[in-house]
């Protein structure tokens, strides 16, 4: 790694004997020597610290080391969709694979079951996994969780890598110091921010707040919560043309898509999945190949219920279509 000093603070040995702390570190990109391309990032504190003389040894500072609390991580696993296959062999059975901080033979990858239900480009999981980890008081030194795709070929022989996503646990900490976190996001509130890959595309940045008008506590007759409801500016209004609209179509809005792409908000959260490089190549096959739904919150103790009982998902709820 080549690190330049693009500013340094100066201190005297005098200062620095007298009772001296490391200055909190900050995120730097990292990029080639001309400035140009590259990824990641490298968290650094740079101090310059004179000698009174060329001999002298100087003490080393504190420990930068952040105070640690024991946590879980909870992930429930919904399952993939639009899941895209490797080259002209289709998806049989895929599985999901999570990892945090480094791998040894006390802390090992977490795996889902391989699933194929309803299709193997959308597989449902359902499960809940229950990682033990050691996270940070401050929240800015919070890991990475890292979300590894597999599919299962050859009766298990062959296990190809079908795509990873890197997801900042910084946002999962409600808390940073014993103060409230500025950038904590709520479990299934995701949705609300640009969802990508915060590792390559950036960090997350919040998207404008919703209109005052579409917060409003009334019931509009559609039975959603006011943050589910669209505003009712969305409704087009009448136009020369609506004489040749039938009656019951009048002020109704036909939907392209599905439900809870029309949805302000969705019960779970989406993470994309990713595949190819960047750089190396003549050309960049960096592309995404799905898409993760789930939900990520850490908690205190293994003790605590989830956010939901998995198994209502597993029997069909009956639905009211009003027209």
């Known amino acids: 790694i ?11 040995s005098s200062d620095y004997t007298a009772g001296y702390a490391v200055p909190k570190p900050t995120w730097y990109n990292l990029s080639y020597e001309e400035g140009k391309g590259g990824e990641g990032q490298l968290l650094v504190s740079c101090t310059l610290v004179a000698k009174d003389l060329p001999d002298q ?14 946590k879980f991580l909870e992930i429930i696993c919904l399952g993939l969709r639009d899941l ?12 999901l694979q999570f990892d945090i901080g480094e791998v040894s033979s006390s802390n090992r990858p977490k795996k889902t079951g391989g699933s194929s239900k309803p299709t193997p480009a959308n597989p449902n999981f359902l499960e809940r996994i229950l ?9 800015q030194f919070a890991p990475r969780l890292n979300l590894s795709v597999f599919d299962t070929l050859l009766g298990g022989f062959h296990k190809p890598l079908l795509g990873t996503c890197s997801i900042d646990l ?23 921010y640009n969802v990508g890959n915060p590792h390559v595309d950036g960090p997350l940045v919040p998207k404008p707040a919703p209109s005052s008008s579409s917060l409003t506590c009334g019931d509009d007759g559609t039975g ?28 109704r809005k036909v939907m392209r898509g599905s439900i809870e792409e029309d949805l302000q908000t969705t019960p779970f959260e989406v993470y994309e999945i990713f595949r190819g490089q960047k750089y190396g190549r003549a050309a960049s096959t960096y592309r995404a190949v799905g898409k993760f739904k789930g ?8 003790s605590e219920p989830p956010l939901f009982d998995l198994q209502e998902l597993l029997n069909p709820q009956p639905y009211v279509i009003r027209v």
């Open 224 to 251: 959603l919560p006011p943050l589910m409801r669209r505003d009712s500016s969305a409704v087009p209004e009448i136009g020369p043309d609506d004489d040749e609209t039938p009656k019951y179509m009048n002020h």
């Open 57 to 70: 040894v100087i003490d080393p500072p504190t420990s930068i080391k952040p105070k640690m609390q024991e």
């Open 170 to 192: 910084t946002t999962k900490l409600p808390f940073s110091n014993g103060v409230e976190n500025p950038v904590y996001v709520a479990p299934g509130e995701s949705t609300k």
């Open 2 to 12: 080549y690190v330049v000093t693009l500013d340094v603070t100066i201190i005297a």
């Open 295 to 302: 939900l990520i919150r850490v908690i205190n103790s293994r």
């Open 131 to 139: 990682i033990p980890i050691q996270l940070p008081e401050d929240a």
């Open 84 to 95: 895209s296959p490797i080259g002209f062999m289709p998806l049989h059975m895929p599985f």
